[in-house]
């Protein structure tokens, strides 16, 4: 069984940083792609970034969130630089063995509960 823990959300003012963490547990979870997800009220989740054998971002968070994992792969960061209003949302971490895209919502099985992130102006 795969668990995802997140951690690090909170409120932030506009331009300001916080640092979120997801700690995997499981079996091969090493291998595994884990991808930072986001979900404002009232809309959809978004793929915001992913560590695999690449790395990928949102065109939204291009330049200013980073996406990292600790040495042993089973620690994912994400590092919110610069943050504005709108990055306010339930962030999530997701987890899979993925050799194909990396940004779906169905390209994931394993799910963390969920960390909020409020960014005020």
């Known amino acids: 069984q795969v668990q995802l823990v997140e951690s690090g959300g909170g409120l932030v003012q506009a331009g300001g940083s916080l640092r979120l963490s997801c700690a995997a547990s499981g079996r091969s979870v090493s291998s595994f792609v884990i991808a930072w997800f986001r979900q404002a009220p009232g809309l959809e989740r978004d793929f915001v970034a992913a560590s695999g054998s690449v790395t990928r971002y949102a065109d939204s968070v291009k330049g200013r969130f980073t996406i990292s994992r600790d040495r042993a792969k089973t620690t994912v960061y994400l590092q919110m630089n610069n943050l504005k209003p709108e990055d306010s949302a339930v962030y999530y971490c997701?987890?899979?063995?993925?050799?194909?895209?990396?940004?779906?919502?169905?390209?994931?099985?394993?799910w963390g509960q969920g960390t909020q992130v409020t960014v005020s102006s």
């Open positions: 997701a987890a899979d063995f993925i050799l194909g895209t990396c940004h779906f919502e169905y390209d994931y099985e394993y």
